[in-house]
Each structure stands twice: as C-alpha cells, then as structure tokens.
C-alpha cells in the first residue's frame, strides 16, 4: 500500500463515520478500527499504531463531550495530530547557514538511494545558490567513486575521492578540508552502505562521523524497506547521531509507511523525500501539509502556489473570479487541462486541494491521467461554443452526448464519464471558492491572502481568531506579513500561533 492510498483509506474511513447520524462508542471503535488497519498494511510499526489509537481515545472521550461538541471535528483533529505527532519530533533538524560552511554526512544501507540522494541534496541546494560539494567515502564497494563521480559531473558539482585510498576515514577528512579551503557552504560526503559484517558498517559511520565531526548526519531510507524500517534507523541512529532523515523512492509502489517509523525510532524529522530517479525529483517534506493531504484535507497554501505555478500569471484573477462565482465551465475545464498538461504533474495539483484525495491522481498513473486528459480534450474539441461557455448540465441531452462520441470517435460512455468528471469537479473542488472576494486584475498577493485568510479562519481555533480581531483582523495581519517580504501560508500561520489543523 502506498502512501497515498493509506491516505485514502484514512478519508474513507472519516467519511464513513461522518455519515453517521450519531456518533457513539461503536462508529469511533469501527473508524479507528479502519484507520488502524491502514496505517498496519502501510508498514507503520505495531507499537506506534497502538499508542496512537489509545491517544486519540484518551482524547476523544464520547461520555464527557457535552452536546453541541463538534464531535467529527474533535475525532478529525485529534486524528491529525496524532499522525503529526509521530512524523515531528518536535525538534527541527540542524539548518546549514549559505555562505558558512557546513558538513552533511549521509548515511544509509547500500541501495537506499544513498548516493543519488547525496547528489539531488547538493543539486537543489546549488539551485538556491549554494556552493555544495560532494565527497564519496565509501571504500568498500567498486564502483561508488564513479558513481558519484557520474552524478557530481552531470550537475556541475566539485567532487572528491579516490581509486586506490582504502581508508574512508582519510578520505572524509581531507575531502572535507579542501572545500573547506575553497570556500564550499555545504560539504556532503557519502558512506558505505555494505560491509562485510553489519557490525563493521556501524563501527565505521562511527569513525567517520567522530573523525569529521558532521554538523548533521541525514539517514537514507528506502520507502520499501517495510516493517524492517524501524529496526534499520534505530541501529543507525545508535552508532551515529541521526539528525535528520530522507526517505527514497515515494514514486514506487512502496509502503509509504516506514517514514513514520524511521521518525519514531531517530526522533528526527524527514526532510525531503526521493520521488524518482532524475535529480530533481527530490520533494521538501512539510509535516502538516502532508498529512492534511493524507487526511484529504487539502493544503491551500499549496494549492495556491500550484495555481500561480500552473495557470498563467495573466489569466489568474479572471479565472479565480469565475471560480468563486460559481462559473466553472467546461471551457475552463478544458483551459486547465491545457495549462497542466503544459506545466504537470497533475496529481501534484489536485492533491492539494481540500476533499480530493491524492489517491484519485497516483503519480504512478501520471501517464494515464494525462491520456486520459486528452482524452476529454478531444471530446470537448467535438462540443459547441455554447455547452463549453455553460454551467447548464441540462443542455447536454442524450442526442447532444452521442454526437459528441460520433466527433470524437469515442464511445458514448467515454462521453458520460467526462461529464461526470466535469460535475465532480465543478462540485467538489470549485464550488469551495464560491463566494470569496476577488480583487482586481493583478492584485494576486491581495487575492492570496484573502484566500489563505479564509482557510486560516476556519484552521485557528475561534478564541485566537477573536484575539486577532477575527476575519478582518487576519486579512490585515496577513497583509502587514506579506509586505515583510512574502506572503505566509497555512503552515507558517500555523507555526506562529503554535496551533493545529482543524
Ligand atoms: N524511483 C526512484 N529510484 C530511486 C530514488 N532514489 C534512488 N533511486 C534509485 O535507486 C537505486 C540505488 O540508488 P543508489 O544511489 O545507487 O543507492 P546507494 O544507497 O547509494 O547504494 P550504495 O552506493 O551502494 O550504498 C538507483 O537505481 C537509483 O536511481 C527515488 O527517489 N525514486
């Protein structure tokens, strides 16, 4: 199972409870029950399973919440933090400073994606105008010097090691003394993954680490690695102090959920997660908009973000106006369409959005979802100006739908399909922008504040939203921030207020 669709179990099962009439002890349990089960098939330790369902019925007990309590909101809140809980562990990871030096030493078993990780690390860094380097000090397998090498070339990255050097000890240490010298912000040097005894491995990270004396120690996991992951981190974090952690390849069909694990057995937060092979798959990992996603919550501040990324600058305001009149059409459905397939990944986009589970749009299926774009594109090629400009379901009857699968060469079920797709969207995802207030034509920083103070209106707890001077009093905060340099989302709000998702 991999994580996203743990996610979509874990909605599922809310869903079910919040169609309940009533909640009692028996739909908790059978929730619980479910999201359990989940989180088990996803590999997440026992343990941490437990702990967690116990909290949450510690939290959430039935007999003492007066009437009126919200009670799916009190169980839903409670759910979100308890994942939170176990992915932070409450301390952030050490930060290198640009322009001061600062050494990174990765360590992980051999096929983790240690090495490819070391390089996308340095190479998202250099992006950011970082002077990164790469050292390889792993002695043991053949190969690895070249490796690194090959990637370290390719992204334009200096790099150091050595054929006939067998000590890594020797190589770490004077790596990590020549970038020094020229001035590198970021020294990451790569380990053995394998040795001939497993003892061995630990007790030279050990050496290594207390040799260079690493300002932080990322361990690299595989997502695959199942319930072993706890085990894995917890040795490694035993001869090395972890202070961060990398989870890898989160594109395959890995269960997602020994990132949980790793978090709990190092007590240190994932980074950055691995989602495929190329040197920029490589993902920052912010706890409280992944779990929100998980929960199929939505993280508006991505959304937005994913917005100004995909839809072109000029056609924002308009588009967003549209949307929050209620106005989406099948025209804009087919303007979006065109605008992702130009920017993708799709599944990136709508993950975000509040209600609609990543589960819809697999990465994996990346190549599916956009066949099946097009797909509708054509089909929409086939409609009139008319039913494209229209809100009106009505006016797609069933002689209109059969000539549009004539046009298009399609079946007449392809048709219904797209138009369902039309009506989930138009309903589920749009409909949620309704009557917000848009400001003019190329007023978006106003037009994101306003959309994240809505969001953040329903995230703050009612007593700190009144203390702020509710609505207008966030709207004008958010507005004072974003002319300190930059608009702040959900998450930095968040942070400020000390708070949680709702
Ligand atoms: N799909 C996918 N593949 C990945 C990811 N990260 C690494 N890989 C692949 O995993 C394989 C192993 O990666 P390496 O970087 O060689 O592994 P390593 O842990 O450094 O191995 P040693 O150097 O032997 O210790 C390679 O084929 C990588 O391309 C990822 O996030 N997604």
Redesign the pocket.
Known sequence: MVLQQLGGSITRALQQMSNATIIDEKVLNECLNEITRALLQSDVQFKLVRDMQNNIKKIVNLDHLAAGHNKRNIIHKAIFNELCKILDPGKPAFAPKKGKPSVVMFV???????????T?YAFYHQKKGWKPALVCA?TF?AG?FD?LKQNATKAKIPFYGSYMESDPVKIAVEGVERFKKENCDLIIV?T???HKQEAALFEEMRQVSEAMKPDLVIF?M?SSIGQAAFDQAQAFKQSVAVGAVII?????HAKGGGALSAVAATKSPVIF?????HMD??EIFDVKPFVSRLLGMGDWSGFMDKIHEVVPMDQQPELLQKLSEGNFTMRIMYEQYQNILKMGPIGQVFSRLPGFSAELMPKGCEKESQAKIKRYMYMMDSMTNEELDSTNPKLMNESRIMRIARGSGRQVRDVMEMLEEYKQLAKKIWSQLKGLKIPKKGEMSALSRNMNAQHMSKVLPPQMLKQIGGMGGLQNLMKQMGGMGGMPGAKDMMGMFGGGEN
Do not use: P
Request: net charge negative.
């Open positions: 992980g078993l051999q096929g983790s994606g240690k090495t490819t990780t070391c996308k792993d397998r690895a490796q790569d053995s993954g394998r690299v595989d890898t390849k989160m594109d395959g997660i691995g989602t495929g092979e798959e490589f």
